[in-house]
């Protein structure tokens, strides 16, 4: 399955901003199936579609105003370019946000800041159809978020970036919740979860996952972490009241059996946080990853409540 952009991108001839428009009427006329090119110049990267073209040559005094001037004056300067890492449902949203005119102009995409090849809208809504139908397999029945084969290959993307706040969010005393209000509230407690954290985490630039049970992941582009997990912590907080009967609520407990077989009170469920960066820490492997967020959520479980903790704290735990 292609993710990438530039993974679906194909060769489209290139032709500088000078170049004269009767040049390029003889290479579209030469091959009827080629939909634009590329006009690279000192400016960057602009866009020539064979429809414009003959729109523009093709008015009252077009071909006498344009033949012999060149295509710099017709080209569309503002054409969608992305780079060749980009998510392809990333494009997909961006291409149709594009003004109408433009909505079936090619997406054009940078490889090192080189130009690379272009993707019709055709091929890229083909491709993105794909995507879901296939991601549809590895999503979470119960939340409708991606799985581990999902989530591993998010993570193995995220060792290429420069920063990255990797984030392992799940519910301490779930268990106890579970055995005391039974599994149907269990599994709408995950639902709920899910929704809330999908506010946080449901943009282009962050990745939200459902490893399972009620143990989820979202992977951020940058080392600004605490804030959302603030925000995260301090819903939740209020979300959960909604699952707990009155009596429980102001117990602030559940009676439920511990570990020494007794019934004893155990604590309402709260979330616990843990956050691996590559602030101070290089990564070479997603194992590596998995071993430090483990080592990291030793250290939020040891702590009763909702809690932050990560790696790039020197050990400190953030109640929010």
């Not at 999908?198 to 962050?206: K, P, Q, S």
């Amino acid at each position: 399955m292609f993710t990438q952009i530039g993974e679906i991108a194909e060769p489209i001839p290139v032709v500088l901003p000078e170049t004269k428009c009767d040049a390029l009427y003889q290479l579209f006329k030469s091959n009827p199936n080629l939909e634009g090119v590329a006009v690279e110049g000192k400016k960057g990267i602009s866009l020539m579609m064979r429809t414009r073209f003959f729109q523009q040559i093709g008015s009252q005094y077009g071909y006498n105003l344009y033949m012999g001037r060149p295509v710099k004056l017709l080209m569309n300067v503002n054409a969608l370019v992305v780079d060749y890492s980009e998510q392809i449902t990333d494009v997909s949203v961006a291409a149709m946000k594009r003004e109408e005119a433009d909505l079936y102009d090619l997406v054009l995409v940078t490889s090192g800041g080189r130009f690379h090849g272009a993707v019709s809208i055709r091929r890229l809504l083909l491709e993105v159809a794909d995507v879901r139908a296939e991601m549809a397999i590895f999503m979470n029945p119960l939340t409708g978020l991606p799985g581990n084969r999902i989530i591993d290959d998010r993570l193995v993307q995220v060792l290429k970036q420069d920063q990255f706040s990797v984030l392992y969010i799940d519910l301490d005393q779930f268990k106890s919740y579970n055995d005391s209000y039974g599994f149907k509230m269990g599994d709408e407690l995950i639902q709920a979860t899910a929704n809330l954290l999908r506010e946080h985490f449901g943009v282009a630039e962050a990745f939200l996952g459902h490893i399972g049970g009620d143990d989820f992941i979202a992977i951020l582009n940058h080392h600004q972490y605490k804030r959302v997990c603030e925000e995260v912590i301090s819903q939740f907080e209020e979300l959960k009241k909604n699952f707990y009967n009155e009596q429980d609520w102001n117990n602030q407990y559940v009676m439920g059996e511990g570990r020494s077989g007794l019934n004893r009170p155990i604590p309402l469920v709260s979330v616990s946080i843990a956050v691996v960066t590559n602030l101070y820490q290089r990564y070479e492997n997603i194992n590596q990853i998995i071993d430090e967020a483990t080592r990291v959520k030793k250290s939020c479980k040891s702590i009763n409540g909702s809690i932050i903790c990560s790696n790039d704290m020197e050990g400190e735990a953030v109640r929010a």
